[in-house]
């Protein structure tokens, strides 16, 4: 019926027949290599395309003579809007002009004397084309010869002449010779030659020698080219207007400052922390890549809403060899402070709801060397909205935050700015503290400390580490219920127990996502956490407990790793489908004076991030079940382990617009590496994990607006590891999750 209802054989006029293709048959010399590249590439010249087909219909053409009728209906309109295409007729095919197009790219490609024939294959209401080309013996180059240019060119090009990709033997391509062309402006661009194009460089073909179909290829200039072009810049002198504005001031500062001028209505910026980001020197000859590479590291500095480099030719300084420029750096900065607030309506899946207000406050420049302070404050309630035991309980907290950001590395050591090419590392500061109440279950007063940097090593590469790395937390106010809790959970009670954690967080992340136009995606983050092991130095024994303890307080050690593997496939019209894919691993492993990863440290699994037909932290640990706990009230018992494996696959494709849709499968779990009494050993790694996770499908829907993106997606779970064996392969397709989240979940 589906079949019969998408034919387009009734639409088709009576004096038409519809064009379905074309078929190229090559009969080449047997000194023709990669026939089949050849034709691939004859292909993409064959106009014009037939209506595209799936399975043999043509939904595209057909919802296009739906709309010709005198009332199509909106559907008919709508789906014509979306995938509709006007009909391709053999009468549009211009057969002759496009034999002379695959001569034309045959002799391109230096099959000269080619031969181009073409026939229809006529059916009732159809009709395709056959394209058959004779192809000889191509011409191949004998020699290649630079002609004699003008100093200093040509000592400038010699170098990346002899470097050349045509060699001898070399078959006649004229794609080549525009990509050699290309290759050498960039090489004399280099070098300093500011005003050099690559069309000032043509290849001339020579066979008057010779009778074999071979050729000699000679590099020329073309005529008339200007001596400017053919000349060196050097870079005389630099002006940086550190405080740009397009209503320039008329009484503007200037300040001489390694060699270069710093100009700015009053000090904006200090020249000496502004220095560091300017690889452009005076008396260095014109570079793309310095521009380049000064443009990027100004706009990382987080001071300046836009960078302009422009260069100005000093005509009265040209000579016959060596041209001059003079570099202008505009930098207009961003508003100086700035204050964000944040209304939040959370509701999660215990079914807590409340409001949370959030204000920032931000300092761009600090103290005129590109330092940004960030000063936020939350506060937030929320109210369980249950019956019987669980009414009543509520959440409060309260946060407060500074963070202090230096564009530049603050360390007691010296390290040589010329270590850090590409950018420079960023020194991150921060302090935290924030305070907890749940009704009926305790307070919890937690603080952070931070030191650290991050830097970009290379477009792709990003480092991280934070030498001082401090966390607190003080419980208080426990009630008899929370504390039956942890006494009947020991794992838990020993989480809460160690109130310092003192250590060391390193990240590497290489995000090849950059590339939007590679088919081929891939992005890795590895991180490690290691707390204890220097504070253990300074620590001293407890004679009451037995534990370690600094400064008064049991500290925690571990260390812990994890890695986020992500792979992106994009195909079809434009890349817009994609395959996403991602493996994610962690371990956590307690010593010392820990038998437990702190609670805060450990890891969970469901929500709309993890495996989405679970709900957060309601996943694992093992095969351990909630429902089926006695002691678990469903409310504040997060469901965590310190080993964590997750693998989820989505393909993505758009619907219309800006909206698009997804189908997705997830699987994943938690575990312990020691089975925690509670659980009775549910929560146990052990060699039989692959039939411990849960596993989940379900379909999505993302509203992406210019990379801002609310996604919503309906999962269920197929695979349940908390029921017994045998009954866990289940798909409840009747009890589905709705995930609500901002950004795509990998």
Not at 663 to 670: E, K, L, M, R, S
Not at 716 to 730: K, M, V, Y
Request: glycine residues 6%; aromatic residues 14%; proline residues 5%.
């Amino acid at each position: 019926m589906i079949f019969y209802s998408c034919s387009v054989k009734k639409f088709i006029p009576e004096d038409k027949r519809l064009y379905t293709g074309a078929v190229i048959e090559i009969d080449a010399d047997t000194s023709v290599k990669n026939v089949d590249q050849l034709k691939a590439e004859l292909q993409t010249v064959l106009r014009p395309e037939p209506n595209s087909s799936v399975l043999g219909m043509r939904p595209g053409l057909y919802f296009y003579y739906k709309t010709q009728k005198e009332k199509p209906g909106f559907l008919n309109r709508w789906l014509y809007k979306q995938i509709g295409e006007e009909p391709v007729y053999q009468s549009d095919v211009e057969n002759l002009e496009v034999e002379e197009i695959l001569i034309n790219r045959l002799e391109n490609n230096g099959f000269f004397y080619s031969q181009a024939t073409s026939a229809f294959t006529e059916k009732k209401q159809f009709a395709s084309i056959n394209y058959k080309l004779t192809v000889p013996k191509p011409y191949k180059m004998e020699t290649l010869t630079l002609d004699t240019l003008p100093n200093p060119i040509y000592t400038d090009i010699k170098p990346a002449f002899q470097e050349s990709p045509l060699t001898n033997e070399s078959r006649f391509d004229l794609s080549n010779m525009k990509l050699e062309r290309t290759r050498l402006d960039t090489e004399l661009k280099k070098k300093g030659y500011y005003n050099f194009n690559s069309d000032f460089l043509v290849f001339e073909a020579d066979t008057n020698q010779y009778n074999n179909k071979r050729f000699d290829l000679f590099l020329k200039l073309k005529a008339e080219v200007p001596k400017k072009s053919l000349v060196p810049y050097q870079v005389k002198r630099i002006n940086v207007y550190a405080d740009h504005d397009l209503n320039d001031s008329i009484n503007l500062n200037t300040e001489r400052y390694d060699n270069k001028t710093y100009i700015q209505d009053t000090l904006f910026f200090k020249p000496k922390h502004l220095n560091k980001f300017i690889t452009i020197e005076e008396q260095d000859y014109y570079s793309p890549s310095e521009s380049k590479n000064t443009a990027r590291r100004l706009s990382t500095i987080g001071a300046y809403k836009y960078v302009n480099i422009r260069y100005r030719e000093i005509d009265s300084l040209l000579t016959d060899s060596l041209g001059a420029l003079e570099a202008d750096i505009f930098l207009s900065p961003l508003t100086k402070r700035a204050v964000r607030v944040e209304l939040q309506a959370v509701t999660k899946s215990n079914s807590f709801t409340g409001p949370n207000l959030a204000l920032t406050y931000s300092n761009r420049n600090l103290f005129r060397g590109g330092e940004t302070l960030n000063i936020s404050t939350s506060i937030g309630y929320e109210t369980q909205i249950a019956s019987g035991s669980n009414a009543g309980l509520s959440s409060t907290e309260l946060g407060l935050k500074g963070e202090l950001i230096f564009p530049r590395v603050i360390s007691p050591f010296n390290i040589n700015d010329d270590f850090f090419e590409y950018s420079i590392p960023k020194t991150k500061t921060s302090l935290a503290a924030n305070y907890l109440r749940r009704s009926k279950l305790y307070t919890l007063l937690s603080g952070s400390a931070l030191f650290g940097y991050v830097w970009d090593a290379n477009r792709y590469v990003t480092y991280e580490v934070n030498p001082i790395s401090i966390n607190y937390t003080k419980l208080g106010n426990v009630t008899p219920e929370f504390q039956d809790i942890l006494d009947q959970n020991p794992f838990l009670k020993r989480s809460f127990d160690q109130q310092f954690i003192s250590g060391l967080t390193f990240s590497f992340t290489y995000n090849g996502m950059v590339d939007s136009n590679d088919p081929n995606q891939f992005f890795l983050n590895s991180t490690l956490d290691v707390a204890g092991n220097s504070i253990s130095l300074l620590g001293s024994q407890n004679e009451e407990t037995g534990a370690d303890e600094f400064l008064g307080l049991e500290y925690a050690q571990y260390a812990k790793a994890d890695v986020d593997f992500r792979f992106h496939l994009n195909f079809g019209k434009n890349r817009s489908h994609t395959l996403a894919t991602r493996l994610f691993a962690g371990y956590g492993l307690a010593y010392g004076n820990s038998d437990v990863v702190p609670f805060v440290k450990q890891y969970f699994s469901g929500g709309p991030y993890s495996v989405r037909a679970f709900r957060i932290r309601s996943l694992g640990p093992g095969t351990y079940n909630e429902t089926n706990d006695e002691n678990s009230d469903g409310t504040f018992f997060d469901q965590t382990g310190n080993i964590r494996l997750e693998a989820n696959v989505e393909y993505r494709f758009p619907i219309f617009s800006f909206f698009k849709g997804a189908v997705f499968a997830d699987a994943g779990n938690v575990w312990n590496s020691k089975g925690n009494p509670a659980f009775d050993g549910k929560d146990k790694f052990s060699s039989n994990f692959i039939n411990e996770l849960g596993m989940g499908t379900g379909f999505g829907l993302r509203i992406d607006v210019q990379g801002f993106v609310i996604r919503f997606d309906l999962a269920a779970p197929f695979h349940d590891p908390s029921l017994d064996e045998g009954e866990r392969f289940d798909f409840q397709w009747d009890e589905p999750v709705l995930n609500f989240a901002i950004g795509y979940p990998f």
